[in-house]
């Protein structure tokens, strides 16, 4: 007979009034509430017995697996691979007495697990170096409710972690990774790759408990050259390199996915660790001046190139660039630079260089039939079709402007669209005109057809 088998017995011979039937009922609810993944049956019978007051002394096996967590179960050894942990915080208890608390996120082949550590365990020798897919085993450990109901391990003062320098049937940490562009809707403890996809700003926020707080703002492009929006609780700037390269490789251990204004969304909290290739050290940045264009704010947005063809969008917040026109190379040493976005602030500079290896905008004009999904480009093009202005109104009941215009070059036609301020970019052009334009966006549209969007730092020249 299973052990499973010899519990429920158990449990029916202390409750005679209830049928195999009735517990059956109660495991498979009491699975739905706790959630797919953190539940086996024979973890569900133990929270069933704690539920009527009936004691299954029998432990499980010592060695078990997350899946096999229950509420209760006492003095636990599990191995597993770290995810990701968050830094060890001082609270204070009800009568003042302080104490710390690191929280981490396991896993093993089949499930994931919240892991808690309280007091001294929260600063145990080593556990800073610790990182994503490391083999650990923890030891005599216990299992309590969260406030969701799920078990989480919990390590006191009676418990420990240890590091394993073992071969494992536990999945490496890259072989759980996703790329960005495969995640899907409701998606827990994730692991997701790409490629830094524009600006990267701190937001300031107030809590619903009135206290002030951070988030790191970015987005991630996939092998399908779409970006998504991330959205990491309790970030700030400080917590990436300085100087982070075009195209760089970024991954997130430990997120969430979401439905938000702007469609799917990966959140993540303090414990989210992040990989972003680049340096700690803010670098010059030689690139020649493609465009110049003023946000509502009256500032310079820059689109600019350098000699590996890499497009720039540099946002001048001190004027620096006002000596300056286009088509003039530039050195500058920015305030941020992440990916292909730049900030230049009072304590940036900026001078005139030679460099005969940039290439110019006439260099960089791809032909339609050329564009691919997730670029930047830069056309030049006829006007087809008239101008259409119409009000869109957003899943918030917001109304904003779109623009569109359709083009044609000697390689084929594409559709050129612009929301909100860059609509008006389209408002005096006519059918027959030709068109330069810079710092277009590929991305996907209707009918899964490629188009293009005109962004803050386009511009739209006549030609003729």
Request: aromatic share 6%.
């Amino acid at each position: 007979m299973s052990e499973f088998e010899t519990l429920l017995n158990k449990l029916l011979e202390q409750r005679s009034e209830l049928t195999r039937s009735d517990i059956e009922e109660k495991i498979k609810q009491k699975k739905e509430k706790i959630g797919a993944g953190y539940l086996t049956d024979q973890g569900a019978l133990f929270l069933i017995a704690s539920d009527l007051g009936v004691s299954l002394s029998e432990p499980l096996k010592v060695e078990m697996g997350l899946k096999d967590l229950y509420v209760g179960a006492k003095e636990i050894s599990l191995e597993t691979r770290v995810l990701n942990f968050s830094p060890a915080k001082q609270y204070s208890r009800k009568d003042g007495t302080p104490f710390f608390l690191r929280t981490m996120t396991v896993y093993d082949g089949n499930a994931t697990a919240s892991v808690k550590l309280w007091d001294e365990k929260a600063n145990l020798p080593g556990i800073e170096d610790l990182k994503p897919g490391d083999l650990i085993k923890i030891i005599k450990a216990y299992v309590k409710s969260d406030l969701n109901g799920s078990p989480t391990i919990n390590i006191g003062s009676g418990s420990n972690i240890e590091t394993v320098d073992i071969d494992s049937d536990i999945p490496a940490i890259d072989s759980i990774t996703k790329d960005v562009s495969s995640i899907k809707e409701n998606e827990n403890n994730l692991v997701v790759s790409g490629t830094i996809d524009g600006i990267i700003n701190t937001m300031e926020f107030t809590n619903s408990r009135g206290q002030p707080g951070k988030a790191l703002r970015l987005r991630l492009k996939g092998s399908d050259g779409n970006s998504v929006r991330i959205v990491l609780w309790g970030k700030d700037e400080s917590s990436i390199p300085k100087m982070i390269f075009p195209g760089a490789k970024s991954t997130l251990f430990g997120v969430r996915t979401k439905t938000g204004n702007q469609g799917l969304e990966i959140h993540g909290n303090e414990a989210t660790i992040m990989r972003i290739e680049g340096e700690k050290e803010v670098k010059p940045v030689v690139t020649r001046i493609l465009s110049i264009s003023k946000n509502d704010a009256g500032k310079s947005m820059v689109l600019s190139v350098d000699t590996n063809r890499n497009m720039f969008k540099i946002t001048d917040l001190a004027g620096k660039i006002k000596l300056f026109k286009e088509g003039e190379i530039i050195e500058c040493m920015p305030s941020k630079a992440y990916g292909n976005s730049i900030v230049l602030d009072d304590d940036s500079f900026v001078r005139k260089v030679e460099n005969e290896n940039i290439p110019s905008l006439s260099d960089l004009r791809t032909k339609i039939s050329d564009v691919k999904i997730g670029d930047d480009y830069c056309i030049e093009a006829i006007i087809l079709k008239k101008l259409e202005r119409r009000e869109v109104q957003t899943k918030t009941g917001e109304s904003i402007s779109l623009g569109e215009m359709y083009v044609e070059d000697d390689t084929g036609p594409i559709s050129v669209k612009g929301w909100r301020n860059q609509a008006s970019l389209l408002d005096k052009l006519s059918i027959g005109e030709v068109v330069s334009v810079t710092g277009l966006a590929a991305k996907t549209g209707l009918d899964n057809k490629i188009e293009l969007f005109l962004t803050p730092f386009s511009t739209i020249i006549k030609k003729n």
